[in-house]
């Protein structure tokens, strides 16, 4: 049967289109015409130079004229969304449409198979699968760390544009508002679904959009200046700065808008009056807590460190230097070189997703100290805090993660601290005539340390270990 040649969505209508969400802040990510991927090639290039990635696009937003570069590239490009708090949006995306209560009438997409009902949010929650009471995948909610294609983009295989379904478009009506008591409806009118439960993402931080710019603005990774950062406090211009400060203290949650101004000291929570403040020194010192309970001076990377562990405890200066630049990147005033990671099989237990999420943004932060390291220590005590995991999840993920040749362990320290490291796909090296000639040992300077490299040719190994076996765990530093 002679097909019609299906008219792509002209260059002109794409423009318009992205004008529009882009006015209502969305952060647009190009998407290829060919593949369900991004359009890697309309993206800039990684500070790494190693790739290219969308998620600067998250905080740097596209602009009409970034959206006329992709176009000018490739006319037949796609446009998608980064959802969550980058755009304010939720997406629930199931293959067979819903049955939508009246009251919560929201803008929809008609795609190939299924809808998109787009919501409003202003709070990061999780991306998850939304499952059916029989246990299978039934649709998505689409958050934080999710991207979707948009109208007028054309599906890849059929050529069918997504569309706002008539009278549903984002003109049409304004979206509603993603809450408990909506999902609650959606399952109680689909008797299929099973209940679906809303998870905030505290790693995604509420107070992104409300950045106060600093005196310095937003940088991007510069490998000239920033391969080897100050081990001590590095970017302590940021420490000063007022706005900064503010701003990390309201990421955390605390109402404050001035240097000296009182608050409830987020450590010892419960109290009814102001018990700290935020302290600028008269010299080049930088800003801290004042916590008038102990009348100590509390580092900001301490307090950030503690809003992401969900307890605090002072940090170790190597600790702090660490978190700190982890602030700095969350929030979006300093990027770092970002790694290209294998992507991990949808199969991959959670645990396992957020551990190489969270080890792979460490091994970026810490290739601001030194570009050539490609190994971290990676303990479960500091793992759990970093990643916001239970010990129990930790053991599960990086067993996954080794097992399944995701990550590996490549050596230790001379304190017997083991380092861990991206594993390439079908890693095997090529043994080199030294270490042929040390049998695979190799003695090479890392963190200044002594370090005796493991062979990597065998494969990664976990040892027995017995539940909540901490002190013993070979995995442990
Ligand atoms: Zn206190």
Redesign the pocket.
């Known amino acids: 049967m002679a097909r019609l040649a299906l008219v792509r969505t002209t260059p002109s209508e794409m423009a318009e289109a992205a004008e529009g969400y882009i006015s209502r802040g969305w952060a647009l990510i190009p998407f290829s015409p060919t593949s369900k991927n991004p359009h890697f090639e309309a993206l800039p290039l990684s500070e790494d130079g190693t790739g290219t990635t969308w998620k600067p696009l998250a905080t740097n937003k596209a602009t009409s004229e970034t959206v006329k570069g992709w176009l000018e590239h490739d006319p037949n490009v796609n446009l998608g969304v980064i959802c969550g708090q980058a755009s304010g949006i939720i997406i629930i995306d199931t293959d067979k449409p819903l049955r939508w209560p009246i009251e919560y009438l929201t803008p929809t997409v008609k795609t190939r198979r299924g809808y998109h009902y787009y919501l409003q949010t202003d709070r990061p929650y999780k991306s998850m699968v939304i499952k059916s009471k029989t246990g299978e995948a039934y649709g998505e909610l689409r958050a934080e760390g999710n991207v979707t294609i948009i109208p007028p983009s054309r599906h890849v295989e059929t050529g069918q544009p997504y569309e706002w379904v008539d009278g549903l478009s984002i003109t049409d009506l304004p979206l509603q508002r993603i809450n408990q008591n909506l999902l609650n409806t959606l399952v109680k009118l689909n008797p299929k679904l099973n209940k679906i439960e809303l998870i905030e993402d505290r790693r995604a931080l509420r107070a992104r959009k409300n950045i106060l710019p600093c005196s310095h603005p937003a940088r991007s990774y510069d490998p000239e200046t920033d391969s080897r950062v100050e081990k001590s406090i590095p970017y302590l211009e940021y420490l000063q700065d007022p706005r900064v400060a503010i701003t990390i203290m309201q990421a955390i949650g605390v109402k404050v808008e001035r240097i000296g101004q009182a608050f409830l000291?987020p450590?010892?929570k419960g109290e009814k009056n102001p018990?700290?403040a935020l302290y600028l020194p008269h010299d080049q010192g930088f800003i801290t807590m004042h916590?008038?309970?102990?009348g100590e001076f509390v580092p900001l990377p301490d307090l950030y460190a503690a809003h992401i562990k969900g307890k605090y405890e002072p940090l170790g200066a190597g600790e702090r230097a660490l978190w700190w630049i982890r602030c700095l990147v969350d929030l979006g005033y300093i990027d770092y070189p970002r790694l290209l990671a294998r992507p991990l099989p949808e199969s991959a237990p959670e645990s396992a997703q957020a551990l190489y999420a969270g080890f792979t943004k460490l091994l970026g932060i810490r290739k601001l100290y030194n570009a050539d390291q490609e190994a971290t220590p990676f303990s479960w005590r500091f793992a759990a805090g970093w990643c916001n995991l239970s010990n129990r999840a930790i053991q599960e993920g990086m067993g996954w993660l080794l097992t399944h040749g995701f990550m590996h362990k490549v050596g230790a320290t001379t304190s017997r601290t083991s380092l861990f490291a991206l594993k390439p796909a079908e890693a095997e090296p090529q043994k080199s005539s030294t270490e042929k000639a040390t049998g695979g040992r190799r003695a090479f300077k890392r963190y200044g340390v002594k370090v005796y490299s493991r062979n990597t040719q065998k494969g990664p190994r976990i040892d027995h270990r017995r539940a909540r076996d901490g002190l013993n765990n070979p995995l442990r530093l």
């Open positions: 000291c450590i010892h018990s700290a916590d008038f309970h102990t």
